[in-house]
């Protein structure tokens, strides 16, 4: 899932991620609370009316953001008080605060507001953060639950109606795993949120700090216990070295800033399956394309000079050439596998 963390991918346009292949977009609750407001979106119809994105949309539950935000913040069993980053004001996120506000915004799939401590955090704090997400998972899909048959019976939202004519029953509610790199609670966290019963499960709490042999061991203890028929997402991570082993491994969805944060610094990823750093001197006279067998025609037209030349001069054009390679490249990865697997 590209990463539109405020409604837009950062230099391209809604219509070149189309072209390239995407199918659903990740934006991001604690953003769009703050600016333009939860109540903006809700007026124009929802996000896909707001952002003009008619595909699917998934919402984190702003979890991961505000409890970024730790230096500022105060964690309870009712939810975590912080303060913006934009202008310091006080704010309150719990797990029905979250809920409305993904309802409000009329994504296709929401999450569970849960508690997201560093891998490395100690298994006292581990332990209580599981019981808080387990706490926080049921108080939402209560909340859920209400809001789900208030709108069926007031017909008040138009995205809820689409679904139901697919089958659907509202937008799908995904609880989340923690439990970091301790197996006892990342079981005991997972037989308990599928005990509640959700619509899809994410391992969450992975790709903060641990090594990828960690977070592959998360994801082969964790996965088999996951529900066959769920959707299964794995939060954060998106390195296309380890994504085909966690599919292997059962994993369904992955979101990553990545492809688009090292485009913008110059690495390039390429069809082949290696990379290069664009910026580097041996790249000044390479008038061969950047990738002949790209996704994107930017890559298939332009040369490598004339790239390097871009990110020398900090032409913003750089930066779209750079994403849409890289976010091409990524949509490519997962449509062979899945024409490997012949899904």
């Given at each position: 899932?590209?990463v ?7 230099g391209?346009s ?21 600016r ?23 919402t ?14 105060v964690?309870?069993?009712r939810?975590v008080e912080f ?11 719990g797990?029905?605060?979250a ?12 999450m569970?507001?849960?508690e997201?401590?560093?891998s490395?955090?100690?298994?006292g704090?581990?332990?209580r ?12 899909k ?7 048959h208030?709108?069926e ?7 809820l ?9 509202g ?5 989340i795993?923690q ?7 990342r079981?005991?966290?997972?037989e308990e ?34 529900p ?55 790249y ?20 490598k000079s004339y ?26 990865f ?10």
């Amino acid at each position: 899932m590209p990463v539109a963390t405020s409604g837009a991918m950062r230099g391209i346009s809604h219509r070149e991620l189309l072209e390239l292949g995407a199918e659903i977009l990740l934006c991001n609750t604690y953003h769009f609370s703050l600016r333009p407001g939860v109540e903006v979106v809700e007026k124009a119809g929802g996000l896909h009316e707001f952002i003009g994105w008619q595909k699917p949309i998934l919402t984190d539950s702003g979890g991961y953001q505000v409890f970024s935000l730790r230096h500022t913040s105060v964690v309870d069993d009712r939810g975590v008080e912080f303060r913006n980053h934009l202008d310091g004001n006080l704010h309150f996120l719990g797990p029905e605060e979250a809920t409305i506000i993904q309802h409000k915004l009329s994504a296709d799939m929401i999450m569970c507001f849960d508690e997201c401590p560093p891998s490395k955090a100690s298994r006292g704090e581990i332990e209580r953060a599981v019981d808080r997400t387990l706490r926080w998972a049921k108080k939402c899909k209560e909340v859920h639950e209400h809001l789900c048959h208030a709108e069926e019976r007031g017909q008040e939202a138009s995205r809820l109606e689409a679904h139901r004519a697919e089958g659907a029953e509202g937008p799908l509610l995904f609880g989340i795993v923690q439990g970091g790199l301790h197996f006892d609670l990342r079981k005991k966290c997972t037989e308990e949120l599928i005990a509640i019963g959700f619509d899809g499960y994410a391992i969450g709490g992975l790709a903060v700090g641990e090594s990828p042999e960690e977070m592959y061991g998360v994801v082969e203890e964790i996965a088999p216990l996951l529900p066959e028929n769920a959707p299964r997402y794995l939060m954060g991570v998106g390195e296309l070295s380890q994504l085909k082993k966690c599919i292997a491994l059962g994993m369904d969805m992955f979101d990553c800033v990545l492809p688009v944060r090292e485009a913008r610094h110059g690495k390039i990823l390429l069809s082949d399956g290696s990379s290069m750093n664009i910026t580097r001197a041996e790249y000044r006279e390479d008038y061969s394309p950047i990738d002949p067998n790209s996704p994107s025609i930017f890559s298939r037209t332009h040369t490598k000079s004339y790239l390097r030349h871009l990110f020398q001069v900090k032409e913003r054009y750089a930066e779209t050439i750079a994403i849409m390679q890289n976010l091409g490249v990524t949509l490519a990865f997962f449509q062979a596998l899945q024409r490997e697997m012949g899904t």
